[in-house]
């Protein structure tokens, strides 16, 4: 069973703090993904890394950066958060090959509040 | 570009009664359809996925879907709900590109 591990089920922090968000997966895949979650809008896709060191903008990157330093590890960083950054944040990984046929492994989301 | 429709934010239902989740995508090309799962305090799980053949997709836990190319529509459905088929319901969508877009979610909520 493909595993996807999220540090924090729940994170509460100030406005302006530096927040990193961990995802670890077991299973050797090549595709992770940053999603955000709010009510009404669904999901949307704020990076993903398709290797090592590489990177992607997704569609709501504005306020984020991403780091893959290891093949397992993929970290979203908030550099000041504030407080409309409040949401649940989902990690996924996929395997090797297009992102568009693949299924995407998703961990249980870190709920985030910035107050 | 692409989007997802799940025109229905909510579906109530008693349980053991049929269900069909509705989605719709814009796209003039072909693409590939997906239904993810997410049960409360968990992540998404896929249910099932339309990639090419058979219109009529069955998935997990007795869901099955049909993609209609010329309605441009992929609903969801079960014969019978369980009190355990309690979750939201993502529709999502991709072309050859690298990412699926997701729709916003239909929170199927099941009662005794």
């Known amino acids: 069973d493909v595993k996807v591990t999220q540090s924090s089920r729940y994170l509460v922090k100030r406005t302006g703090e530096k927040v990193f968000l961990e995802c670890v997966q077991d299973m050797d895949h090549e595709n992770m993904f940053w999603y955000r979650q709010d009510p009404g809008l669904g999901l949307r896709l704020i990076y993903f890394s398709y290797d090592v060191k590489m990177k992607e903008k997704g569609d709501i990157p504005e306020g984020y950066s991403v780091s893959r330093e290891k093949k397992e590890r993929f970290s979203l960083i908030l550099e000041s958060a504030s407080t409309n950054q409040t949401s649940m944040y989902l990690c996924?990984?996929?395997?090797?090959?297009?992102?568009?046929?693949?299924?995407?492994?998703f961990g249980a989301g870190t709920r985030l509040s910035v107050l | 570009a692409q989007s997802v429709t799940q025109l229905d934010s909510q579906v109530p239902v008693f349980e053991e009664a049929p269900v069909e989740l509705r989605c719709n995508y814009s796209?003039?090309?072909?693409?590939?359809l997906f239904w993810y799962v997410q049960y409360p305090n968990q992540g998404l799980q896929l249910l099932l996925k339309?990639?090419?053949?058979?219109?009529l997709v069955k998935g997990i836990n007795g869901f099955e879907a049909e993609f209609n190319k010329s309605q441009t529509s992929f609903h969801l459905r079960k014969p019978s709900v369980h009190i355990s088929d309690t979750a939201e319901y993502f529709c999502?969508?991709?072309?050859?590109?690298?990412?699926?877009?997701f729709g916003t979610g239909t929170r199927l909520q099941v009662f005794p």
């Open positions: 339309y990639l090419s053949g058979s219109t």
């Open positions: 999502a969508v991709s072309h050859n590109t690298d990412k699926l877009i």
């Open positions: 996924a990984s996929s395997l090797e090959g297009p992102v568009a046929k693949n299924i995407q492994y």
């Open positions: 796209s003039s090309v072909s693409v590939y």
